[in-house]
Nanobody, 114 residues
């Protein structure tokens, strides 16, 4: 079992920055893939960024060059640094971890005003 807790969401003006955190607990050594997804009202949940166990990262085209995913293995925490935020980045952001199963956090709201 893996538990995920996101934090760091909030309201920011366009062009601003936020850093999201995802603290993992439980069977963290079993995590093969960790990622960030988001879901805007009326839209499907979409991948934002993901990181393999070897540190390789993949970003959605819409966030490339603006968002950076990182992790601190000692703290069992993944981060999503979001810069140059746009109103279209407004969504609930979810942390996701994959072992033999898939786990989700509860989500954190990010609101970007124009």
């Amino acid at each position: 079992q893996v538990q995920l807790v996101e934090s760091g969401g909030g309201m920011v003006q366009a062009g601003g920055s936020l850093r999201l955190s995802c603290a993992a607990s439980g069977s963290t050594r079993s995590i093969n893939l960790i990622g960030w997804y988001r879901q805007a009202p009326g839209k499907q949940r979409e991948l934002v960024a993901r990181m393999n166990s070897d540190g390789t990262t993949h970003y959605a085209d819409s966030v490339k060059g603006r968002f950076t995913m990182s992790r601190d293995n000692a703290k069992n925490t993944a981060y999503l640094q979001m810069n140059s935020l746009k109103p279209e980045d407004t969504a609930v952001y979810y942390c996701n971890a994959v072992t033999m199963r898939m786990y989700w956090g509860q989500g954190t709201q990010v609101t970007v005003s124009s």
